[in-house]
């Protein structure tokens, strides 16, 4: 059975996400590369928290009656509903929300994170949560 996508599942899931995050940086700390983090995030969220994810997959972008040949590729999608953009910057731009709205836009998920880890604490200063259209026309439980 099937079950029904709420808000509560997915801010229960959001938690999870962070919760993964705030893992890895308590082993890392601030200072590595993306990828080492991405590569990190990936393994504690699928193998040690049992989510599924899937990682820089290509987003089809439609344009009027095409679909463009877009270069675009998200960081981590988790359990189809919620976009991940793993950073590891001296602060977040407004690039990288808009960058993060659009990739929740074209994949038509309620919600999005960005994790910052090169700061000292994920959760304070670490963590940007995004919702949607989609999140909105969400049934509360």
């Keep these: ?25 308590k082993v890392f700390g601030p200072g590595l590369l993306e990828s080492n983090y991405e590569e990190a995030f990936l393994h504690e969220c699928g193998k040690i928290r049992g989510m599924d994810t899937k990682t820089q ?8 009656d095409i679909v463009l ?3 675009m590729r998200y960081d981590v999608l988790v359990e189809d509903l919620i976009v991940v953009e793993n950073k590891s ?13 659009s990739y929740m836009k074209h994949l038509k998920v309620p919600k999005g994170i960005i994790i910052n880890y090169n700061v000292t604490n994920i959760w304070k200063d670490g963590q940007q949560t995004f919702v949607n259209e989609y999140f909105a026309e969400l049934p509360d439980e």
């Design 1 to 25: 059975m099937e079950q029904l996508i709420t808000k509560k599942l997915v801010n229960d899931l959001s938690y999870r996400i962070i919760g993964a995050a705030i893992e890895v940086h």
């Design 57 to 64: 997959q290509p987003i089809l972008v439609a344009y009027k």
């Design 69 to 71: 040949q877009a270069q």
């Design 89 to 101: 910057v001296k602060e977040i731009l407004p690039i990288h929300i808009a960058t993060l709205l």
